[in-house]
């Protein structure tokens, strides 16, 4: 049997406030763009973001394996704007047993544009494991693994193996605007 890498959360997040907040903020979009513009051939670079949360800013040295190694996150100035951002990863963490927040990133994915496939590295990837709340969708975009594929609602959230080949496709007239919030793994024992 094929492993499972996608997995809808059962419940539903209001995801209008964040909504708005990113309409009412567009200079939000880019701000830091070391995962959409800095790397030539990053899976990301069809895509604008926000980073609401991660490693200080001023721990980069020019160095993306360094920066990306063991940090404490840290919330990111743009909330004070996209409170809402702050709120919903909040909610999220207490719904999964109050596990502890990592990296919380805003992705939108232009009207016919695409993440391509990749496997996320570094600590951050390693520790946390991935959900997405969907902020803003249409029918016919989707996140995929090989042999899966889910074309998420607004308001659904879903975790993800962010470990194995991933790639989201865009090919409608409509954007998809995701929250992508990490929460650390439970240590073993």
Known sequence: MAKQH?????????????????????????EIPL??????????????DVWVRYNPLKNFSGNWADFNGDHPAEWYPVCEKLWWARELAQNLSDLQNERAIGAVLITRVPPGRQVYPHVDGGWQAENHDKYVIQIASARGQSFNFEGESLDARKGECYWFNNSAPHWVLNPTTEERISLIVCLRREKCH
């Open 6 to 30: 996608l997995r809808l959360i059962d419940c539903s997040f209001d995801v209008s406030g964040l909504e708005k907040q990113l309409y009412d903020y567009p200079e939000v979009w880019n």
């Open 35 to 48: 995962r959409t513009r800095v790397y030539k051939n990053s899976p990301h670079r069809e895509i604008d």
